[in-house]
């Protein structure tokens, strides 16, 4: 990506750690100025999250959740030496992976249309996470990301229209990393961070250092 370009992340909302691994991935590859949208209710819960480059959305309150749009989109307008990123979660709450259809809030493309408005284009990255018990006691975290897109100016169709593509790229995208899952197809998955060893691996290494032993 161009990082003269901001970039808007975008996603869907199936566990608390979102926020986390945002940061994460930032952190690792992309080296972004770091912002991060999250429930009100849940940024008084975790004050912590400001930490991370996370402010609030109250959707409770129409005008403080203006204030909120207005302020993500001049994050992204800012003047900076890096990449602004906005990662965002415009189903507002935290709901099952595998809930359809998915429900959108306009927030995201609110953001956008203030953006396009100042600049000639912005990028948008479908990035969709999903939680799996597979062959340990502890779970895998899957993050999948699909390439950029670049909107420009002339290709804004307005909040609703926008709002839709959002929607059907998630599902589309969260389909595909499910299927992948289910046939167990993970070679185009590399590992990030190892956690510490579930108690069948330690079994597995213990057995088969002392499986050869035997009593005299």
Same mark, same amino acid.
């Given at each position: 990506m161009d990082s003269g370009i901001p970039v808007i992340f975008?996603?869907?909302h199936a566990y608390w750690?979102?926020?986390?691994?945002?940061?994460?991935?930032?952190?690792?590859?992309?080296?972004?100025?770091?912002f991060i949208i999250i429930e009100y209710?849940?940024?008084?819960?975790?004050?912590?999250?400001?930490?991370?480059?996370?402010?609030? /959305?109250?959707?409770?309150?129409?005008?403080?959740?203006?204030?909120? $749009?207005?302020?993500?989109?001049?994050? =992204?307008?800012?003047?900076?030496?890096?990449q602004n990123a906005l990662w965002i979660f415009p189903q507002g709450q935290i709901e099952h992976v595998d809930k359809r259809p998915l429900v959108f809030f306009r927030g995201t493309a609110g953001i956008v249309e203030r953006?396009?408005?100042?600049r000639d284009s912005i990028y948008l990255v479908s990035v969709v996470s999903r /939680?799996?018990?597979?062959?340990?006691?502890?779970?895998?975290?899957? $993050?999948?990301?699909?390439?950029?897109? =670049?909107l420009k100016q002339g290709?804004?169709?307005?909040?609703?229209?926008?709002t839709t593509f959002m929607q059907a790229t998630t599902e589309s995208h969260l389909d595909k990393v499910k299927q992948e899952v289910i046939e167990r197809r993970l070679d185009g998955f590399d590992t990030?961070?190892?956690?510490?060893?579930?108690?069948?691996?330690?079994?597995?290494?213990?057995?088969?250092?002392?499986?050869?032993?035997?009593?005299?």
């Open positions: 975008y996603g869907n750690w979102d926020g986390f691994w945002s940061q994460l991935c930032t952190e690792l590859w992309f080296h972004q100025n770091l209710s849940q940024l008084v819960k975790h004050q912590f999250f400001t930490r991370l480059g996370a402010f609030s /959305i109250d959707r409770s309150n129409a005008r403080s959740a203006i204030g909120t $749009l207005d302020y993500a989109s001049r994050c =992204l307008l800012s003047s900076s030496d890096r953006v396009l408005k100042k /939680i799996e018990y597979l062959e340990d006691q502890k779970p895998d975290i899957f $993050l999948s990301f699909w390439p950029q897109r =670049l290709d804004w169709d307005g909040l609703d229209a926008f990030v961070i190892l956690g510490s060893e579930s108690i069948n691996r330690r079994v597995e290494a213990f057995r088969k250092v002392f499986g050869k032993c035997h009593p005299a």
